[in-house]
Nanobody, 130 residues
Framework: QVQLVESGGGLVQVGDSLRLSCAVS????????MGWFRRAPGKEREFVAV????????DYADSVKGRFTISKDHAKNTVYLQMNSLKPEDTAVYYC???????????????????????WGQGTQVTVSS
């Protein structure tokens, strides 16, 4: 059983930075592509970023490209989401997700949709105040 635990959320001001962490249990961290999603009040869960199993490839939603960075630390079994230049529209609950097949070359699960992932964390709240 894989468990994902997010941390690092909080209340920040416009323009501030925040780093979210997602600790993954188990010895197979390197075999999972990892994604970050978010759900704002009254909206559907949306894709934010994805990193490949090796950590060498990433993809981002247009709304966060250039401001957010996803990365994997295999030694710590942790995936990070560095968020800079935060905006009020970034306010949401942020979830990390893991899947062994998503975002793999040639695989139909491209890692951009919630349905592409098997394992999910409980979420962490990020609030950006203006």
């Amino acid at each position: 059983q894989v468990q994902l635990v997010e941390s690092g959320g909080g209340l920040v001001q416009v323009g501030d930075s925040l780093r979210l962490s997602c600790a993954v249990s188990g010895r197979t961290f390197s075999t999972y592509a990892m994604g970050w999603f978010r759900r704002a009040p009254g909206k559907e869960r949306e894709f934010v970023a994805v990193v490949s199993r090796s950590g060498g490839n990433t993809d981002y939603a247009d709304s966060v490209k250039g401001r957010f960075t996803i990365s994997k630390d295999h030694a710590k079994n942790t995936v990070y989401l560095q968020m800079n230049s935060l905006k009020p529209e970034d306010t949401a609950v942020y979830y990390c997700a893991a899947d062994p097949l998503a975002y793999s070359s040639g695989h139909p699960r491209r890692g951009l949709r919630p349905d592409d992932y098997v394992y999910w964390g409980q979420g962490t709240q990020v609030t950006v105040s203006s």
